[in-house]
Structures are given as C-alpha cells and as structure tokens.
T-cell receptor
Framework: AQSVTQLGSHVSVSEGALVLLRCNYS??????LFWYVQYPNQGLQLLLK??????LVKGINGFEAEFKKSETSFHLTKPSAHMSDAAEYFC????????????FGTGTRLLVSP | GAVVSQHPSWVICKSGTSVKIECRSL??????MFWYRQFPKQSLMLMAT?????????EQGVEKDKFLINHASLTLSTLTVTSAHPEDSSFYIC???????????FGPGTRLTVL
C-alpha cells in the first residue's frame, strides 16, 4: 500500500535556526509529493509540490524540499525559522496525474522558540 | 485564486440529530471535491470523493448512510452527518481541484461537536 512516513511527531527549533522536517515514501515508482501546513483550527495550505520536474522545489514562505529517489525522501527545509512558522506540517503523496487521491503522513508539529 | 470555503466553521449538536456541512469553491468550478476527517492531533483521513452529478465514492470503512454527500453543482458539495453521535465529533475538511495537475485546495474545516 502507498504510504508516507514523517519522522518525528514534534520538532523544536530556535528562531533563526534551520528547519528540517523529514518525509519518506514507500514506492518503487516515484510519486507526486506535497507538503502542506496547517495552523490551529484551519484547513491545509499547500507549501510546495514535486511533479517530476526539478528535484529541488521551492515553495512559499521560504520553504523548499528536495526529491531524492535513491533515498525515497522529500524532506522539507527552511534556512531560518520564524515564530510564525510554528504549525503542523503534513507530507502527502499521490500516484495519479490529477492528484485525485492524497495519502497523508501523520504530521510533524514544528515548535519555534524565541 | 482557488479559494475553498466551508460553512459552518463550528457546530454543536445533540446526539441523534443531523448536521449539514457545506463546501464551496468560490472562484473556480470543481467537478471533484473531497471530504476528509481529522481527529485531534492526527492526520487527515479521506472519507469520500464527491463528483458533480454522480454518487460519491466512499473509502473503505466509511458508512455511506451515515455520511451523506451531495455534489449538486460545480461549486457546492455538502456532507450530512445523519443521526450524529459523540464519536462523530471531529474536524471535517473538504478540498477541491480547480483543474488537472493543480493539486487540491483545502477549505478551512468544520469542527463538529456532538453532545
């Protein structure tokens, strides 16, 4: 079955520090990959998506992610954390071109301290 | 662009009553919408895929008669939780696709509390 694993339910960083949120997918066929952010009591906002073009994908709010087929990974990074980045982050995978069916990881809560 | 709204954002109801949640695509037409359920501190679980003008496709384990989905127009899908019970309390989120390869855009969610 298609699945995506997010290592670490919580990640804590200091303001200004590097943010690294991990995501691995299980498939021999490269999927389409997404990162979403969810603020409390809100829906999901798309940060970025990988659709088999460039392996380094730049998204909104200074986030980027790199698709590494050899590692089946799609980790999310940001060079310098802001307090406003504190939220829940979900990695998701889809295997059809219309992105019709998304399978979500369990989420990682990012905590940013002053 | 690609804004999805939900109404209501928060609803409390008594056990045994039915609740309707609306999902609207505000600036685009969506032939397909999705309904998700999210329990506290957990991920989103797809409940069903809603196609305009046809019956919804439910995921395994989701009760069709309990969670009624209607996609009456290209901009509106509704989820009705029938005979709600406390275990139905959850955060319900819808999403829609503006076009091929655009990805899903999510609504702000509806928090349902059943007393």
């Amino acid at each position: 079955a298609q699945s995506v694993t997010q290592l670490g339910s919580h990640v804590s960083v200091s303001e200004g520090a590097l943010v690294l949120l991990r995501c691995n997918y299980s498939s021999s066929v490269p999927p389409y990959l997404f990162w979403y952010v969810q603020y409390p009591n809100q829906g999901l906002q798309l940060l970025l998506k990988y659709t088999s073009a460039a392996t380094l994908v730049k998204g909104i709010n200074g986030f980027e992610a790199e698709f590494k087929k050899s590692e089946t990974s799609f980790h999310l990074t940001k060079p310098s954390a802001h307090m406003s980045d504190a939220a829940e982050y979900f990695c998701a995978v889809s295997y059809n071109t219309g992105f019709q069916k998304l399978v979500f990881g369990t989420g990682t809560r990012l905590l940013v301290s002053p | 662009g690609a804004v999805v709204s939900q109404h209501p954002s928060w609803v409390i109801c008594k056990s045994g009553t039915s609740v309707k949640i609306e999902c609207r695509s505000l600036d685009f037409q969506a032939t397909t919408m999705f309904w998700y359920r999210q329990f506290p501190k957990q991920s989103l679980m797809l409940m069903a895929t809603s196609n305009e003008g046809s019956k919804a496709t439910y995921e395994q384990g989701v009760e069709k008669d309990k969670f009624l989905i209607n996609h009456a127009s290209l901009t509106l899908s509704t989820l009705t939780v029938t005979s709600a019970h406390p275990e139905d309390s959850s955060f319900y989120i819808c999403s829609a696709i503006p076009g091929l390869a655009s990805g899903q855009f999510f609504g702000p969610g509806t928090r349902l509390t059943v007393l």
